[in-house]
């Protein structure tokens, strides 16, 4: 069916918005606690900059070549080392993404008493995956009118709460290197550009528009988390949330007399939470499916290995900061800004402002690796 250029453009859009916003921003202000307000929303502004400059560098490049897919594109690109540096980026970002998520959700199930739970949703993303895939499309769209909605409730409710802190005068500019990886990990959404382009007709001009558009919505959403954040819990209150690996918004008991606002900040964690597990799942399932199609036996594994994840996660519920900085500084970092930049490189497309935008990434990606030395 043909659409209207508008309908596609929307569609591209709101493709690059969702796959950027997820769980990983429930972790935001736990992990920019020591730096203060201002410097972790200009470092989220600068992260915001540097993604949106290697997606588009990307798109240019796809739009150029016209290949099949991201792996067929490094692989002319940057040999096999380039195609096989994506690959297995790709898949250990989506594990990784896997084992915070359900980590998460076990931190929150937990918080009600009914940590088994996370259980019997393992049983029924298996079966969704093996038998009924299109259930989770379904669930998808339920859990994301929950999410919506929470997320509404309590943004009008923490702006109108008198009990907020005084988070304007903090400032500690040397500890914000250390938490760009997870701002990164918030504004992953490269492996759908080339969805995009082909569906944009390969129009550079829209294609910049929409992914600009299509980041700008995360960025103010992730500003918003911040802002929330900073102004209810106090370093100590996300300290301990860092400690027990629990997203922001299960802390709310102290700060709303109403146990509806209470709820709410655990149902608004457990939407964003499991719509980005389905997510994940969900494509995961399709890339594994596609690689393992001539292998019977190994293809029809691949729902245990979606689902593994989860015993990692019950065993360590405290993973969801940790394995979320992994996920972003290590493989979000290779997947979205050192393999699309690093084509740019060669003379024949070299600037200095590719080579300062390559710069960035590896700093970003030996950061996470010192982060990663010192736990």
């Known amino acids: 069916m043909n659409h209207h250029p508008f309908y596609r453009f929307l569609n591209a859009i709101f493709l690059v918005a969702g796959m950027s916003i997820g769980a990983s921003e429930l972790g935001l202000p736990v992990a920019l606690r020591y730096c203060g307000y201002l410097p972790a929303v200009v470092g989220m502004v600068g ?14 490049l796809f739009v150029a070549e016209r290949q099949r897919d991201l792996p067929a594109l490094f692989q002319q690109q940057l040999g096999t080392i380039g195609a096989t540096l994506f ?3 790709y898949f250990s970002l989506a594990f990784c993404l896997l084992v915070a998520y359900w980590s998460g959700l076990q931190s929150i199930l937990n918080n009600f008493g009914i940590g088994l739970t996370i259980f019997a949703i393992g049983v029924l993303i298996y079966y969704c995956l093996r038998y009924n895939f299109k259930l989770l499309y379904s669930l998808n769209n339920i859990l994301s009118i929950g999410l919506v909605s929470s997320f509404i409730v309590l943004v009008t409710a923490s702006f109108r709460t008198a009990n907020s802190l005084e ?17 990164l990990c918030s504004f992953g959404y490269h492996q759908v550009i ?45 300290s301990e949330a860092a ?25 608004f964690s457990f939407f964003a939470i499991v719509t980005s597990l389905l997510g994940v799942s969900m494509a995961m399932h399709g890339a594994l499916n596609d690689i393992l199609s001539k292998k019977k036996v190994l293809r029809q594994s691949t729902e245990l290995l979606i689902i ?21 500084g290590i493989f979000g970092n290779l997947m979205a800004g050192l393999l699309p930049v690093t084509p740019f490189l060669k003379a024949s497309y070299f600037r200095l402002r ?20 010192h736990l």
């Not at 080579?355 to 030395?373: S, T, V």
């Open 47 to 60: 992260i915001y900059i540097c993604m949106l400059a290697s997606g588009i560098l990307l798109a240019r």
């Open 167 to 183: 988070f304007w005068d903090r400032a500690y500019w040397l500890q914000l290197p250390q938490s760009l990886p997870l701002i």
């Open 87 to 89: 690959n297995v980026s």
């Open 194 to 238: 080339p969805m995009v382009c082909k569906q944009l007709n390969y129009n550079t001009l829209v294609i910049n528009w929409a992914l600009l558009i299509g980041t700008f919505l995360p960025l103010i959403f992730n500003i918003i988390i911040l802002t929330i954040g900073f102004r209810l819990f106090s370093v100590e209150e996300l």
């Open 308 to 328: 593994l994840p989860l015993f990692i996660a019950v065993m360590n519920p405290k993973l969801f900061f940790i394995v979320l900085g992994i996920a972003g």
């Open 354 to 373: 590719y080579l300062l935008l390559w710069l960035i990434f590896i700093i970003i990606f030996i950061l996470e690796c010192i982060n990663l030395y």
């Open 243 to 267: 400690r027990l690996g629990l997203p922001i918004f299960v802390l709310l008991k102290e700060h709303f007399n109403s146990n509806f606002f209470v709820h709410t900040g655990q149902g």
